[in-house]
């Protein structure tokens, strides 16, 4: 059974850094792009960012382009995202994804997430 | 490529039938999916590629549409389907784009 558990989220104050990582479990995690995505508290879903199964592509949402950096270490079956000047809008719960293929772009396994609140 | 879902809000009563719509900005082609979130849970796939049914749903939900309008109908609405449904585009990327969503709610 696919298993992914997101962690690093925390309190940070706005105009500093956190990186979130995502261990993947139950699958051969190399073998798959994944995604985060994220959820303001009573909001919708926000796609945020993509990786090729092999690290080689990323592609990001313009809210996060230039703040956020998606990688992984297939060697560990982890995905990351760091964030860098946060805001107050980036607020919310933060999900890791696992593609339906190496580049489908189709997140179809969700990990339960990792809340990150930007407050003064 | 922006997606409009609407109504933000339905309510109906269980065994009834639910049309739920996702609109595009432009055209988005097929690749268009329905995910439903139950309260306190994550998301979870049902309909990917306008139609195609997810490992595991049931025959009552149905995806359908084409260019820019998309419809997900939940026929004979059980207990457990009230929750909120997303539609994602990934048509024209970056970004992947989701709806507002639509609560469907038990009246």
Redesign the interface.
Known sequence: QFHLVESGGNVVQPGKSLRLSCAASGFPFKSFAMHWVRQAPGKGLEWLAVISYDGSKKYYADSVKGRFTISRDNSRNTLFLEMNSLRPDDTAVYHCAKDSGVWELLPTYWGQGTRVTVTT | IGVTQSPATLSLSPGESATLSCRANESSGN?L?W?Q?KPGQ????LI?DTSSR?TGVPSRFRGSGSGADFTLTISRLQPEDFAVY?C?Q?TK?????????TKLEIK
Not at chain 2, 42 to 45: A, E, G, K, N
Not at chain 2, 93 to 101: Q, S
């Open positions: 690749y999916a995910y979130q994550v998301p979870s796939l990917f997810a997303y994602l990934r990327w970056p970004p992947l784009t989701f709806g507002g969503g």
